[in-house]
């Protein structure tokens, strides 16, 4: 049901906005000039924030085998954004059911569908679902960290909220010592 409404909103307003022009731009580069880094917009345009590709090359590499096919038939590129939107809406949607799931076990089946039920009515999440805006990429890591939490597996729920992001380890792994001993044990 989620999905479907996702799909839906995302189907209905597929054109983005300005704050998600550097990864839709992003994700277009990954996809139609792979390693040919030199022709990427981001050279020329790289923006007054520093900014990470890394949530656009993970939706970039899911969602390459549809964008190819679609390149194959030559249907136009609009598709294919709304290909990496649809994707992007997949991830963000698989780790909110990977909460769930740990929702139902700790807290029993009617907190469950209360839980569906809650994020179903509320616009704002299953829209932002496939906008491809940091804040959506970090959502769906921070989902799948209180998915682990909850499950018990705390040294899991570090590694999402942590070791995904470039440079937070080696931040971390200078300012806490415990971190050290984690890095070591893995």
Known sequence: MLGSIAAFYAVMAPY???????????????????????????????????RTFIGAFVISILSSPAVF???????????SLLTVQLTLSCVTLMCLRLLRVQ???????????????LTAIQFHLLFYSSRPLPNIFALALVNLAYSFWFK??????????VCFSVGSSKILHKHCPYMHRIHRAS
């Open 69 to 79: 096919v679609l390149r194959l038939l030559h249907v136009p590129k609009f598709y």
């Open 16 to 50: 983005t906005k300005v704050e998600e022009s550097f990864n839709v731009q992003a994700m277009h580069d990954i996809l139609y000039h792979s390693y040919h880094i030199e022709k990427y917009d981001h050279l020329e345009f790289p923006g007054v924030v520093p």
């Open 103 to 117: 929702v139902k076990k700790k807290f029993g089946h009617q907190a469950e569908a209360f839980f569906v039920a």
């Open 152 to 161: 018990g597996s705390y040294l899991c729920t570090l590694q999402a909220l």
